[in-house]
């Protein structure tokens, strides 16, 4: 019985608060979610890892058991609403149900609050807990802890608590995804006559053959030794950026020498320094034309 009426009288209870039967809302309600960030070392971030984090929570009140008044006395029903937690408010010809502004909500009131929460039921703890840190996690990664949020309202469910990942700078190398990056300084005999260089990784030293007549900036690639992410299936690559380091604090002798090598050099610049002759000739044709 009632079909249309009946329905149509729950869109607009639903919209405008009306909808309720027996004394209105359970106004239980979960716990809201909180976010930590946790700075984490690359070394910790590859190989995983578990840490101890300490953080602020609103915990019930021990004294008045979470109801918000004093000891040996009780909430009582709000006169306002009667305990409905909503009052109806008349604008025109539409009737507006909306939060009790006395009780906000709860139906009910505190007359004699709690001496330790002041009535509002919880207060202001910390808490240790323990952090598992998967192997590959990068940042701005997140990690849940289901339960450890705000407490829920009236016995509602508490929200959880949502560790953000934050990589710390580190003094070698440079992340990106599952491979990383790093600049491998080497001499101008190196890089001119060739020769076998040690080059760090995650799990120790890695020794890499460095071809003669290597440029600056030449990447050599190293297979496997990047970082396997969480939802990868191999491990990335290291990329080792060739930086030609310029001799300092040289000696007499090696000042004549490198200037007994310069007049070799530039007698035959097309072949010994054909990138720098290559310029030359470019500049020489645009002032030129």
């Not at 309720?20 to 979960?30: L, P, T």
Request: one cysteine or more.
């Amino acid at each position: 019985a009632g079909g249309f009426a009946d329905a149509f009288s729950d869109i607009f209870g639903d919209i405008f608060g009306g909808g309720q039967r027996g004394g209105g809302r359970s106004n239980v309600y979960r716990g809201a979610d909180l976010r930590y960030n946790l700075e984490v070392t690359l070394e910790d971030a590859a190989r995983g890892s578990e840490t101890r984090i300490r953080i602020p929570t609103m915990a019930e009140c021990e004294t008045c058991n979470g109801s918000g008044a004093k000891k040996g006395s009780e909430p009582k029903t709000c006169p306002t609403c009667a305990g409905h937690g909503q009052v109806r408010m008349q604008q025109g010809f539409f009737s507006i149900q909306q939060t009790c502004p006395k009780c906000h909500g709860t139906g009910r009131y505190i007359a004699d609050p709690c001496t330790t929460c002041h009535g509002g039921g919880r207060v202001k703890q910390h808490k240790t807990l323990s952090v598992k840190i998967p192997s590959g996690i990068d940042e701005g990664d997140r990690i849940r802890l289901t339960g450890e949020g705000e407490p829920g309202v009236n016995g509602g469910p508490p929200g959880d608590l949502y560790v953000q990942i934050h990589l710390k700078a580190h003094a070698v190398f440079q992340r990106d995804h599952d491979d990383l990056h790093c600049e491998m300084p080497i001499s101008f005999s190196t890089a001119a006559l060739g020769g076998e260089i040690e080059v760090p990784t995650l799990d120790g030293v890695a020794k890499l053959k460095v071809p003669p007549e290597t440029q600056t900036g030449k990447v050599f690639r190293l297979r496997g030794k990047g970082i396997k992410g969480v939802r990868s299936s191999s491990h990335g690559d290291l990329l080792c950026h060739v930086v030609l380091e310029t001799p300092a604090k040289l000696t007499d002798r090696q000042k004549e020498l490198l200037q007994e090598f310069e007049e070799i050099s530039q007698g035959n610049a097309q072949r010994h320094s054909p990138r720098a002759q290559g310029w030359m000739d470019r500049v020489r044709d645009f002032f030129g034309s």
